[in-house]
């Protein structure tokens, strides 16, 4: 279970399903609002993925969610 938003993020690349992505390519963008937010992108490709702090220039999805919100999905 994570406490911070940083922390799911940096947890995302050991729990990705590489098998589940191949043949796909996508950047997803989160912008993450409130106490504790900020912005992180994940880049998949071919089954691999790179997840980064910021913003991405081209990203096909964007999610925009309170911090505490995404704690509390991600948490389940």
Do not use: C, R
């Not at 997803?28 to 490709?45: F, L, R, S, V």
């Not at 913003?55 to 999805?61: Q, T």
């Amino acid at each position: 279970m994570a406490d911070t938003v940083k922390e799911i993020f940096d947890a995302m690349p050991a729990a990705f399903n590489a098998d589940k992505a191949a043949g796909m390519k996508a950047v997803y963008q989160w912008d993450i609002t409130g106490d504790g937010g900020g912005k992180w992108n994940a880049e998949i490709a071919d089954g691999a993925i790179s997840v980064n702090e910021g913003e991405n220039a081209s990203p096909n999805i964007t999610i925009t969610v309170s911090a505490s919100d995404w704690l509390d999905i991600t948490n389940g």
